[in-house]
């Protein structure tokens, strides 16, 4: 038997020695197979008999077992097909000479051995196919080691993702609940916000001496007008506190100016008059959430043909807001004889619009007012019953502003009364 050395000496110097058995019923064979394996740093057993063989794999940790397939009481074959079927893991190469191709053939079906060694043996080849069975076994081990590793992060994934799934369900909860109570608060800030303009704008009309009503029917009428020219919800929403706020410039104004019907004004007093959409819009620039309604405020009193103030716009350069608002305003102030002298009955007003669609004011505009002017006339109102304060109960709903003899605004058209600790308390609706 001639005997070289491998070219890879340090394949297994960072990995602790590999547990070699070596079955042979004869001494030199196993001899010379710890001759031949020693120097590889491998813990070598041995064993005379398959018996023994096995009885040694049981007390040790066995990687790799070279049994011989000639032996007395148990071949290599039956010994090699009980190894498999304990200990899977362990590598199995059978020695076997030329003439053992049938018994050779019979340890591979049941045994399932890795490679046979053919005596007499070459050292190098020896050397190398138990050197590749090892590695093969590593491979396997790394192999299984991974799928393990794999399963279990696969597991703790599922798990997170179960968990993550929870935390989002919760923390999508909170959030909806903050969202919720955000919500409401902006209501109420809302709701509160409404209220104050409101209160400035019947505040607006004492100081102009006109009906308290008058701020309820210019609003309901834009309203009214925005709905029907598909007006969206927020450029509604600011129309209507223009339609409140319009005339707080004119608080800036003297007494006698305001009382004096604007036809009647000389050119001195009109360039005064003429200034209080501007003085309206310095005032409200400082309030973020009426900006919109500050615009349409001070283009209120632009002409269709660009012959009105304070910045001469004509046709759709004037705001929507602004157009509606000019109709509507003009054809309750000429009855409250703030534009004419003489105070007109709504069939005048009425037909003055008309008259001056295309001059002063949007003709779809005016034409669409009139339309429903007429639709409410023939209105068929709530009824409504007359109480007084002992009378009043949770849940009514003011059908008309409630205002002292002094005209001075109480609440206005649309609280709902509620029970509060100190009585009957309005809610608004």
Partial sequence: MTRTQPDNEDTHAKQPPANLLFVDDEINILKALKRLFRPQNYK????????????????????LVISDMRMPEMDGAAFLQQVNQRWPDTVRILLTGYSDITSTINAVNKGGIYRYISKPWED???????????EQKNLERERLRLVQLTQKQNRELRNFNASLEDKVTARTGELQQTVSFLELANDSLDQSYRSTVEVFSNLIALREHTDSKQPRLITEHTKRLADALDMNRADQQQLHYAALLRNLGKLCLKDKLLAK???????????????????????????????????????????????????????????????ILKVVSDFYEMQWGLLTQKCLNASAAREFLLKQRGKYYDTRIVDTFCTH?????????????????????????????????????????????????????????
């Fill in 124 to 134: 190098n080849d020896t050397l190398l196919t138990v050197q590749r069975g090892l």
């Fill in 261 to 323: 019907p604007v036809s009647t004004m000389n050119t001195a007093e009109r360039e005064t008059y003429n200034r209080h959409p501007l003085l309206a819009e310095g005032l409200l620039m400082a309030l973020e959430p009426l900006q919109e309604a500050t615009k349409l405020i001070r283009h209120q009193h632009e002409h269709i043909n660009g012959t009105g103030f304070p910045d001469r716009l004509c046709d759709t350069d004037i705001p929507l807001g602004s157009r």
């Fill in 373 to 429: 002017l007429g639709h409410m006339e023939n209105e068929v109102s709530h009824p409504t019953q007359c109480v007084k304060s002992n009378g009043l109960r949770k849940g009514m709903i003011l059908a008309e502003d409630l205002v002292m003899q002094d005209n001075v605004l109480l609440l206005t058209r649309g609280h709902r009364l509620s029970k509060g600790a100190g009585g009957i308390l309005p809610h608004r609706i």
């Fill in 44 to 63: 070598i057993h041995t064993a005379e008999s398959g018996a023994a063989g096995l009885a040694c794999m049981e007390e040790h940790p066995i990687d």
